[in-house]
């Protein structure tokens, strides 16, 4: 929004100055030509244009990420089983021993 306020504001001050200091009688030579702020313009509603499209592009990448994550779980069934068994499991080989420590702090 403050990126709308701020180009809004800055054409606004172009156009003002060229109004400002356009010449007032016919043969008049023009202190600031009326493409200077055409050219701000242009620039502002560039700059407004090429930012919205960057942010709706890195959104859609962000989502293809995270659509993309749950099937890439679904692909290696066996390593999400694996990773998931050795987060829930309480039970623990040491020394091929089974010790059963944090079974009974739940």
């Known amino acids: 929004m ?3 306020i ?13 109004y400002i200091l ?3 009688h016919a043969g008049a030579p023009e202190l600031v030509a009326i493409a200077a702020p055409t050219a701000v313009t242009a620039f502002v509603i560039f700059v407004i244009v ?4 960057f942010r709706r592009i890195r959104a859609a990448r962000a989502l293809e990420r995270a ?3 749950p099937v890439e779980e679904q692909a290696s069934p066996r390593e999400a089983r694996a990773s998931r ?3 829930s ?3 623990r080989a040491v020394d091929g021993r089974v010790t059963w420590s944090g079974f009974f702090r739940r």
């Open 22 to 24: 356009r010449p007032t």
């Open 67 to 69: 659509c993309a994550r």
């Open 6 to 18: 701020l180009g809004s504001m800055t054409a606004a001050l172009a156009w003002g100055v060229w």
């Open 85 to 87: 068994r050795s987060r």
């Open 89 to 91: 499991s309480s039970a």
């Open 50 to 53: 090429g930012v919205f499209v």
């Open 2 to 4: 403050m990126l709308w």
